[in-house]
C-alpha cells in the first residue's frame, strides 16, 4: 500500500485548485445576486453601494472556498485521478484498493505504483488553467460594475436633471451634518428613545434619496422640511428631561447643602439667597441693608414729629378748635408711626435674614473655594443655559463634541473626588443629564 503522507502534495495541489474554483464560482453566484440588487438600485426600488458589492463579492467568494475546500479528498480518489492525468494505467488505483493485502504480487505492485509516484510533480499534473466559470465571474462583475456606474452617471442626465442632482446631494450634506449632530456611530439603541432610533432611520433613507437623487426635487425637500422640524421638535423636548434631570441634581445639592448648614447652626439660612450669584447676592443685601436703614429714619422721624405734636398739644390757651387739630394729627401720626415700625421691624428681619444667607453663604466657601469644585460649578451653568436654550428654540448651545469633552471632564472629576464627599452624588446627575441631553 502507499504512504497517505505521499498523497499529500497532490491533495494539496487539489484543494488549492478547488479553492480557486470554489472562489470564482461564489464571485458568479455573488454577481448574478449583483445584477438584480443593482438593477433594482437603478429603479430606485432598494439601493446598492459600490461598498455592498465589494463585500457581496468578497462574502461570496470566501464561502465559495470555503464549500470546496471542506469536500473531502481521499487516497483512492486522488489515486484515480493521478491514474488518469498521469496515464498510469491504474496503477496507483488498484494499489490503494488493495489495501493492506499481505501477499507477493502486493507488494511488489505496491513499490511499482510507488515509484511512478515519486516522478510525478503536482503543479505538472494540476495546473492552473482559465476556465469558463472564470470567465463567468469576470463577466459578471463588469455588467454589476457597468450598472452601478450607469445608474449614478451624468452622462445620460439632462441639464436640467444634473443641476437638480446637484442641489440634492447639498442637501444631503446637511441632512448628513444634522444626523451626526443628533447620533453617534456607536449609538447605544437601548438607551436611545424609540423616537430618536425611527427619526436617524428616517434621515438616512432621506439621505440615501438624496444621493441618488432618485426623487422628485420638491417632495425631496419637503421631507426634509418635516425631519428637521421633528429633529427640532426632539430636541426641545430632550431639552425639557435634561433641565428636570438638572432640578433633580440642584434639589439634590440644595438637601446636601442644608445637611451641611445644619451641623454650623446655620439650617435658616435662605437657600434662595445662599445659591445666588455673587453680583445678585450684593445688591439684594444692599437693598436690604437701604430698606431698613430707610424705614429706621422714617421711624424716628415720626416719633419725633408725634412727640413734637403731643408737646404742642400739651401747652395752654388753645382753642377747642386748633385742640380738636392737633388731636387729629396726633392720631394720624400714631398710625403712622405703628406701621413705619411694622415695616422697620420687617425689613430689620429681612436684613437679619441675608444676614444669616450670607454666613451660610461663607461657610460653604469655604466648603466649595477649592479650583476644582468652581469648574464644577461653571460647567454646571454652561450645561443649564444650553438646555435652556434648546428647551425654546431646538438649537443648544452646546455642540456635540462640546458634550462629550464635558463628559470626559467630569469622568475625571468623579475620579478625584472622594467617596462620602457629598458633592459627588450631585456630579453624578449631572453627567448623567449632560449623556441623555441634546446637541447641535
Known amino acids: 500500500m502507499i504512504a497517505t503522507k505521499k498523497f499529500q502534495p497532490f491533495r494539496k495541489r487539489i484543494k488549492l485548485l478547488r479553492a480557486i474554483e470554489g472562489i470564482f464560482g461564489g464571485i458568479l453566484v455573488g454577481s448574478i445576486i449583483g445584477i438584480v440588487w443593482s438593477v433594482l438600485d437603478w429603479r430606485g ?29 481521499d487516497d483512492l480518489s486522488i489515486a484515480r485521478s493521478l491514474d488518469r492525468r498521469a496515464k498510469l494505467k491504474d496503477r496507483l488505483g488498484t494499489t490503494a484498493e488493495l489495501g493492506h493485502e499481505d501477499s507477493v504480487f502486493s507488494e511488489l505492485q505496491a513499490q511499482d505504483a510507488s515509484d511512478h509516484l515519486s516522478a510525478l510533480k503536482p503543479g505538472a499534473l494540476y495546473p492552473i488553467t482559465f476556465k469558463r466559470i472564470h470567465l463567468l465571474a469576470m463577466a459578471g462583475i463588469v455588467v454589476v460594475a457597468g450598472i452601478l456606474f450607469l445608474a449614478n452617471s451624468k452622462l445620460f442626465l439632462s441639464t436640467e436633471t444634473v443641476v437638480a442632482k446637484e ?29 430618536l432610533l425611527a427619526l436617524q432611520k428616517d434621515l438616512l433613507k432621506l439621505q440615501k434619496d438624496f444621493d441618488k437623487a432618485r426623487i422628485d426635487p420638491k417632495e425631496a425637500m419637503i421631507r426634509a422640511d418635516e425631519l428637521a422640524k421633528k429633529a427640532n421638535e426632539l430636541a426641545k423636548q430632550s431639552a425639557v428631561q435634561e433641565l428636570d434631570k438638572l432640578k433633580d441634581s440642584e434639589s439634590m445639592l440644595e438637601k446636601m447643602q442644608k445637611e451641611e448648614l445644619k451641623k454650623a447652626g446655620l439650617e435658616k439660612a435662605d437657600m434662595s439667597s445662599v445659591n445666588m450669584e455673587d453680583s445678585e447676592f450684593s445688591k439684594k443685601m444692599d437693598s436690604a441693608q437701604q430698606k431698613s436703614n430707610d424705614a429706621q429714619s422714617k421711624a424716628s422721624e415720626l416719633k419725633s414729629k408725634l412727640d413734637s405734636l403731643k408737646s404742642q398739644l400739651g401747652k395752654a390757651g388753645l382753642d377747642d378748635k386748633a385742640k380738636k387739630e392737633l388731636q387729629d394729627q396726633v392720631n394720624q401720626t400714631q398710625k403712622e ?26 461657610y460653604l466657601k469655604k466648603i466649595y473655594d477649592d479650583p476644582l469644585w468652581q469648574k464644577i460649578l461653571e460647567k454646571a451653568k454652561k450645561i443649564k443655559a444650553s438646555a435652556e436654550q434648546a428647551a425654546k428654540t431646538g438649537q443648544p448651545k452646546l455642540t456635540k463634541e462640546e458634550r462629550q469633552a464635558l463628559q470626559k471632564e467630569f469622568e475625571e472629576f468623579l475620579k478625584k473626588l472622594q467617596d462620602d464627599d457629598f458633592r459627588k452624588a450631585y456630579l453624578q446627575k449631572l453627567l448623567d443629564s449632560l449623556k441623555d441631553g441634546c446637541s447641535t
Open 337 to 362: 408711626l405703628e406701621n413705619a415700625m411694622k415695616g422697620a421691624g420687617q425689613a430689620k428681619k429681612d436684613l437679619d435674614a441675608m444676614q444669616l444667607s450670607k454666613e451660610a453663604r461663607e
Open 167 to 195: 442641489s440634492m446631494q447639498k442637501e444631503s450634506k446637511r441632512l448628513e451634518e444634522l444626523r451626526k449632530a443628533i447620533f453617534d456611530d456607536a449609538t447605544d439603541k437601548k438607551s436611545t428613545s424609540p423616537e
Open 45 to 73: 426600488i432598494v439601493y446598492f453601494e459600490w461598498t455592498q458589492f465589494g463585500i457581496l463579492l468578497v462574502g461570496s467568494a470566501f464561502v465559495g472556498a470555503v464549500i470546496r475546500v471542506a469536500q473531502k479528498v
